[in-house]
């Protein structure tokens, strides 16, 4: 029978005679299937490492899984609204000279908004910045993403204002991985350094990409959202999967005791020292004493 999404759910969220088709629905489920599949392999490849050592697996995980659903959502048809375009174009796919209300998926900034930061809190948990920068930066990444939804509801110029905000935002982002985070990856090692870097460059390069593709589609109406839904597509899955495969294989030999993060298992008690370390049979796992010095074996 093929694809009938757009044949249930016609209707819901209003009708805007500049949507995608067929093709995009299609297009929007490939992508769905993609994110489904990375996420099984990630949490796949988490059982291959100690439970001490799968929180950028989990991570990384979790960025994929709520892309999945997102993509699920827009390729039904599900979790947009119509706004009149601000721009009337000739070109027919885009309402032509009548213009009319373009579909806007606001499930994509809802994904957006729970990826970015989970996507960010991989690279910057990698460079072992503090919190206080963390958490900061992950604010300014909400206004990002707010400020672009925003803009993609408002049917008048203003739209332009809120746009520049979240680019605004973006380079406060950009400049804290640049200058902040790679200083700090590079003075853990060279083999975290090599790790962030890729990812990093990878991920600045791509993000900003998306501010032009937000003013092709959802700002200036330039392009159908069959083209919106290939070009943030193919974004997505460069930013999501191989983002993820990428730094998942640059964490291989890197364990979260590097990066200064101490995570600690069920099995694990305290010593004298306030130090967890390996429970067997009631008593901790001790390599000897040397010196008068007592090495314990830690996770």
């Not at 300014?140 to 008048?156: K, Y």
């Not at 589609?217 to 069959?226: L, S």
């Not at 974004?235 to 101490?262: C, M, N, S, Y």
């Amino acid at each position: 029978m093929g694809n009938q999404a757009l044949d249930v759910n016609y209707g819901i969220g209003g009708v805007s005679p500049i949507s995608i088709t067929v093709r995009g629905s299609d297009w929007y489920f490939t992508v769905c299937a993609i994110m489904t599949v990375t996420t099984l392999a990630f949490m796949g490849l988490s059982f291959r490492r100690p439970r001490t050592h799968r929180l950028f697996h989990y991570i990384t995980a979790a960025i994929t899984l709520v892309a999945a659903i997102a993509y699920f959502s827009m390729g039904s048809n599900l979790g947009q609204t119509g706004i009149p375009v601000e721009f009337v174009r000739d070109n027919p796919k885009v309402g032509g000279l009548q213009g009319g209300n373009r579909e806007i998926f606001y499930v994509r900034y809802i994904d957006w908004f729970v990826t970015t930061p989970l996507l960010l809190l991989d690279l910057m948990l990698t460079a072992g910045l503090p919190w206080p920068t963390i958490l900061v930066t992950i604010l300014v990444d909400e206004v990002m993403i707010i400020t672009g939804l925003v803009g993609a509801l408002t049917r008048s110029s203003y739209k332009w204002g809120f746009f520049t905000f979240g680019c605004l935002a973006l380079l406060y982002v950009v400049y804290v991985l640049v200058f902040l985070g790679r200083r700090h990856a590079n003075a853990l090692g060279a083999n975290v350094g090599r790790a962030y870097m890729s990812c990093g460059i990878l991920t600045i390069f791509l993000w900003f990409l998306y501010p032009i593709a937000w003013g092709l589609a959802e700002g200036g109406n330039v392009i159908a959202p069959d083209s919106e839904a290939i070009f943030y597509g193919i974004l997505d899955i460069f930013a999501k999967p191989v983002f993820g495969a990428l730094l998942l294989w640059g964490h291989r030999e890197i364990t979260p005791a590097q990066l200064g993060l101490r995570i600690h298992d069920y099995d694990e008690v305290p010593n004298q020292y306030g130090i967890r370390e390996k429970h067997h049979n009631g008593v901790g796992a001790h390599n000897g004493v040397t010196n008068g010095t007592t090495t314990t074996t830690t996770v």
